[in-house]
Nanobody, 121 residues
Framework: QVQLVESGGGLVPPGGSLRLSCAAS????????MGWYRQAPGKQRELVST???????RYADSVKGRFTISRDSAKNTVYLQMNSLKPEDTAVYCC???????????????WGPGTQVTVSS
């Protein structure tokens, strides 16, 4: 089993910043990619950003230039630095990881429970 836990969400005024963290633990042999998704009430889930081994990070157009994804492979942790936040960024942000499980060497996908980000004055 691979578990993900997000942290760093909260209430922030427009124009402010937050940094989200997502730590993976469990039976991990290798994590190949991690990403952030978000979903606002009544809206479709949206891919925010991904970081994949051997490739450049990717961002949704709506966050490009404002958000930065990074990864600490040794800690199995991914971060999302969010700057110049807008009310439209308000959503539950969930972390995802895909990789290979230790022992069985089978592939896995895992999701965190999510962390709330609210951008409001």
């Amino acid at each position: 089993q691979v578990q993900l836990v997000e942290s760093g969400g909260g209430l922030v005024p427009p124009g402010g910043s937050l940094r989200l963290s997502c730590a993976a633990s469990g039976s991990i042999f290798r994590i190949n990619a991690m990403g952030w998704y978000r979903q606002a009430p009544g809206k479709q889930r949206e891919l925010v950003s991904t970081i994949t081994s051997g490739f450049s990070p990717r961002y949704a157009d709506s966050v490009k230039g404002r958000f930065t994804i990074s990864r600490d492979s040794a800690k199995n942790t991914v971060y999302l630095q969010m700057n110049s936040l807008k009310p439209e960024d308000t959503a539950v942000y969930c972390c995802n990881a895909v990789g290979i499980s230790r022992g069985t060497l089978s592939s896995f996908t895992s999701w965190g429970p999510g962390t709330q980000v609210t951008v409001s004055s």
